[in-house]
C-alpha cells in the first residue's frame, strides 16, 4: 500500500485512504502533505463524530509524518473533513461503512513507515486501540495484528511451556535482551483471541552473553500461536514452538528449580491469586521442598546473625531475630525482594537485649534481638521463607533464610505474641510493628471462621424473654454445677434459653453427650453451636448471640455458677424497666466467698496504659462498700445482661483483641457512646471460678496478649476513659486517695 500523491483539477491534494480494521473498525491513513506542519495538530471533523476516535501520528521513512484515525464509522457513507485547529480544512473524504471497505495490508503500511514507528504501531493495536474499542474475538482485528507482528518479525525467536500451574495457566520461559528493558505489557495472541497477561515476570542472568532468561504465566486460552512482550525500548515478539510442557507437573518443576528463588516466590505470590485452591498448592509445594535455612552462627569474632520469624501477610512482612556485631562492621539486615531489591529492615524496628545459642560457645550469649514491619503494596503471598540479607560495612552481603514459617493465621498469631520478650512489650514495639501485623492475621482468622453445625435440645417454638450465651473452651467442669443452679430457678426455667457455643471442636462429641444427659436430667431449653476451630471469645460470643430470640442477652462464662435463685430475674427487669441502662452486672464471688467483682474500673500503669480492674476485689464478699447498687464505668463479660437490640446496636463484642481479653470493657464504653448506663448490682450474686479456661491457653499465659490488647483498648478508649474516671473520682488528689485505698484492699487480699 504505496500512497501515490496526486493533484486533482482544482489543484487540491488528496492522499487520504481508508481500510478496514476490523469486524466493525474503520482506518483513515493520511499522509500530511509536504507544506504541512507536522507540528499542528490536526482534527477529524464529522456531522456525527464516532465515540471513540483514537488518533496518533507517526513518521515514515522518507521524513514525511502520516496521521491515523481508528474508528467505529456509521452504516451509512458519511463525509469528513481533515481539518486544523484552527479550522482550516486540508482535505475531505467519505467515510464508507466498516464491512464496504478493503481490509488493510500491514505489510505494504510498513513498507512506508520508519522502524521505531512499526513498533509504536504494533503497540497502540494492542493497548491504546484495542482498549478503546474493547474488542473481544474480533477475528479480522486478530489477523491485522498478527500481520503486523510478523511483518515487524518475520522469524520470531522461541518460548517454551516449563510446565502447567494451574488450569489454564502456564510457566512460560524464553530469552530477552537486557536492552529491552521493564515490560510494560504482555500479550498471548491466538486464533480467535488477545490476551493480555499479567506483566509480572523474572529476569535470570544465566543465559546467554547479552541475552537473559525470562519466565512469566501465561493465563490465556491455549492454542496460543505469538506472545508479545512489550516495553518503553521495544518489543520482543516469541514463537510457542512446542505446545508440551516440558516438566509433567509444577511439583517436578520445583523439585528441580531449588536454587530459582526469584522464580519460585512470583509461582507463590501467582498461586495465592489464583481462586482454585491456588493458595494451598503455593504452601505444598514450599512444604515439599523448602529452601536450606540459612544463618550466620553466634561467634565472637565475627558479625552474626539470624532471621527466625518472617511472616509474609496481606498489609506487609513481619520479621524478627538477633545480631551481633560491632557498629563498624555491620550495617544492617534487609528484606530481599522477588526481583533481588533490598529494603532495610531498621526503617521501622524495635530492638531489645536477647540472647542466643553459640556455635563454639557454651551456655547464651547476649545479642540484640529485633522486630520489624515492612509494609508492601503488593503481598508476596504465603510466601514461608522470605529471604534476608545482613549487610556489612565493607560492602559485602551475607543472605539469611528462616525455617518454613507457619501458614495457619492462630499459628502465625502466636508465633508475634512470642516476637518480643513480655517485659519489651511497649508501645515502641506494638504501634507500628506488631499492631498492624495482629491486625492483619485477626482480619485473616476471622475470616475463617464460621459455625460448622447447631443441635437444639427442646427448644420452644415462642422466643424466650432471655437469652443466655455460655462460650465453651475445653473446659466443662462447671457444666453440671452451672445448669443445676439455672435449673431450680424457677423464672430462669420459664423465660430463659440457654445457648452455648463450643468454641473447641475437637471435643464436640463430649460435649453433646454431656449436654443431652443434663438436658434429659434438668430439661432446660437448650441449644448448642459448634464452631469449625477455636474463635476467641468474642466470635464465639457473637456467634451465640446471633442464634438469640430474647430481647434480653446474657453473656455468662462457663465457669459462672448461680449461688441462688432470683439472679437473673433481677437484673432482666432492672434493664427492661431502666431504659436509660444499657448493661447490668452482679456481684460476683470467688469460691471462698470473697470477692472477685463489684463492678469495673480503670487505672493506669505506669507505662500510661488503662487496666481494667474490679472494685474491691479480694474483700470479703459482706464488704460494706460493695453492697450498693450503683453506676460503673464498666462490668465484667463473665456475666453481662444487656438488651438485645442495644448488642446489636453496637456491634457486639469487637472482635480484634487477641484471644480473650478487654472485650467486656470495649462492650461497656460502646454502650455508653450510646448515651446509655452501665451498672452493679449486689444483690444478684454468682460465684466465679475465674479463668480457668484461659489458663489452659498457654499463648496467652506465655505471649503478649494481654499487654497487646491493654495497649490497644488504650488506643480506643484513652479520651472517653479519662473523662469517665474523672467524674467517677473528682480530682486528682481523690483519685489518687482512691487509688491508695484500693491498692490497701488488694494488698490485704
Known amino acids: 500500500m504505496t500512497f501515490d500523491e ?64 481508528a474508528m467505529r464509522p456509521g452504516k451509512r457513507p458519511a463525509s469528513a473533513s481533515i481539518c486544523t485547529e484552527e479550522g482550516s480544512t486540508a482535505e475531505t473524504i467519505m467515510m464508507q461503512p466498516a464491512r464496504t471497505l478493503v481490509p488493510l495490508d500491514v505489510e505494504a503500511l510498513f513498507a512506508d513507515l520508519a522502524p521505531d514507528a512499526r513498533i509504536k504501531f504494533v503497540s497502540n493495536l494492542l ?123 509444577l511439583q517436578s518443576w ?91 529492615l531498621d526503617g521501622n524496628s524495635y530492638e531489645f537485649p536477647a540472647w542466643a545459642q553459640g556455635k563454639d560457645e557454651k551456655g547464651k550469649t547476649d545479642v540484640t534481638g529485633f522486630v520489624a514491619w515492612i509494609p508492601l503494596e503488593e503481598s508476596p503471598g504465603p510466601l514461608l521463607q522470605p ?10 552481603v551475607r543472605p539469611l533464610i528462616p525455617k518454613l514459617q507457619p501458614f495457619d493465621p492462630a499459628t502465625q498469631r502466636n508465633h508475634v505474641l512470642r516476637a518480643v520478650p513480655p517485659q519489651h512489650a511497649v508501645d515502641g514495639a506494638f504501634r507500628s510493628i506488631l499492631a498492624p501485623a495482629l491486625q492483619d492475621i485477626e482480619r485473616r482468622l476471622g475470616e475463617t471462621i464460621e459455625v460448622s453445625c447447631a443441635k437444639d435440645y427442646s427448644l420452644p417454638k415462642s422466643p424466650p424473654l432471655v437469652s443466655i450465651v455460655v462460650p465453651l473452651y475445653r473446659v466443662l467442669d462447671f457444666l453440671r454445677f452451672q445448669l443445676s443452679g439455672m435449673a431450680t430457678d424457677p423464672w430462669l426455667a420459664a423465660n430463659t434459653e440457654v445457648i452455648y457455643v463450643l468454641d473447641s471442636p475437637e471435643i464436640q462429641d463430649e460435649t453433646e453427650h454431656l449436654l443431652g444427659g443434663l438436658h434429659l436430667l434438668h430439661g432446660l431449653p437448650m441449644k448448642l453451636v459448634v464452631m469449625n476451630r477455636n474463635s476467641g471469645y468474642a466470635r464465639a460470643c457473637n456467634a451465640g448471640a ?33 431504659k436509660s441502662l444499657g448493661a447490668i452486672g452482679p456481684k460476683l464471688v470467688f469460691e471462698d466467698g470473697s470477692l472477685q467483682h463489684a463492678g469495673l474500673y480503670f487505672g493506669r500503669d505506669q507505662r500510661e496504659i488503662w487496666l481494667n480492674h474490679h472494685f474491691h476485689k479480694g474483700m470479703p464478699g459482706d464488704y460494706a462498700p460493695a453492697q450498693h447498687a450503683r453506676d460503673v464505668p464498666g462490668v465484667t463479660g463473665a456475666c453481662l445482661v444487656t438488651r438485645r437490640d ?12 487477641v484471644i480473650g481479653d478487654y472485650e467486656d470493657s470495649d462492650l461497656c464504653l460502646k454502650i455508653r457512646r450510646l448515651g446509655l448506663q452501665v451498672a452493679y448490682e449486689p444483690a444478684a450474686c454468682l460465684y466465679h471460678f475465674e479463668r480457668r479456661s484461659i489458663r489452659r491457653s498457654q499463648d496467652y499465659m506465655r505471649g503478649v496478649a494481654s499487654q497487646y490488647n491493654s495497649w490497644l483498648h488504650t488506643q480506643r478508649w484513652d479520651d472517653d476513659i479519662s473523662e469517665l474516671m474523672a467524674k467517677q473520682f473528682g480530682s486528682e488528689a481523690d483519685r489518687a486517695a482512691s487509688a491508695g485505698v484500693r491498692l490497701r484492699e488488694r494488698s490485704a487480699a
Not at 646 to 657: K, L, S, W
Open 546 to 578: 446471633r442464634f438469640a430470640r430474647g430481647a434480653v442477652l446474657v453473656m455468662l462464662n462457663s465457669d459462672v455458677v448461680p449461688c441462688a435463685p432470683g439472679w437473673l430475674q433481677l437484673l432482666s427487669q432492672s434493664l427492661l424497666e431502666n
Open 646 to 657: 442495644t448488642y446489636e446496636r453496637v456491634g457486639g463484642f469487637t472482635e480484634d483483641y
Open 6 to 69: 496526486s493533484i486533482d483539477a482544482t489543484g487540491v491534494f488528496r492522499s487520504a485512504k481508508i481500510f478496514r480494521l476490523g469486524a466493525d473498525l474503520a482506518l483513515l491513513i493520511w499522509d500530511l502533505p509536504p507544506a504541512l506542519s507536522a507540528a499542528t495538530r490536526y482534527l477529524l471533523s464529522m456531522d456525527q463524530s464516532p465515540i471513540p476516535l483514537v488518533s496518533m501520528m507517526l513518521p515514515l521513512g522518507n521524513g514525511r509524518q502520516r496521521m491515523f484515525w
Open 127 to 249: 493497548t491504546v486501540w484495542r482498549s478503546a474499542f474493547r474488542i473481544a474475538g474480533d477475528q479480522l482485528f486478530n489477523m491485522v495484528v498478527e500481520d503486523a507482528l510478523h511483518a515487524l518479525v518475520p522469524e520470531p525467536q522461541a518460548a517454551s511451556i516449563a510446565c502447567q500451574v494451574a488450569q489454564g495457566r502456564f510457566l512460560i520461559e524464553t530469552v530477552i535482551s537486557p536492552d529491552l528493558g521493564e515490560i510494560t505489557a504482555i500479550f498471548a495472541i491466538g486464533t480467535a483471541s488477545i490476551t493480555r497477561m499479567s506483566e509480572k515476570l523474572v529476569l535470570g542472568r544465566d543465559a546467554k552473553p547479552g541475552l537473559q532468561s525470562c519466565h512469566f504465566i501465561a493465563e490465556a486460552p491455549f492454542p496460543v500461536s505469538l506472545i508479545v512482550l512489550l516495553s518503553r525500548n521495544g518489543v520482543a515478539i516469541r514463537q510457542l514452538a512446542d505446545r508440551k510442557p516440558r516438566h509433567s507437573s
Open 254 to 344: 520445583w523439585s528441580k528449580n531449588r536454587d530459582a528463588v526469584e522464580l519460585r516466590e512470583m509461582i507463590v505470590r501467582r498461586l495465592a491469586t489464583f481462586p482454585e485452591s491456588g493458595a494451598a498448592t503455593a504452601i505444598d509445594l514450599q512444604v515439599r521442598a523448602p529452601l536450606a535455612p540459612c544463618r550466620i552462627a553466634k561467634s565472637s569474632m565475627h558479625p552474626s546473625g539470624e532471621v527466625d520469624l518472617a511472616l509474609a501477610l496481606d498489609g506487609g512482612l513481619l520479621a524478627g531475630g538477633w545480631f551481633h556485631a560491632s557498629s563498624s562492621q555491620f550495617v544492617g539486615i534487609d528484606y530481599v525482594q522477588e526481583d533481588g531489591t533490598a529494603m532495610p
Open 387 to 396: 529471604r534476608f540479607q545482613m549487610r556489612f560495612a565493607s560492602g559485602a
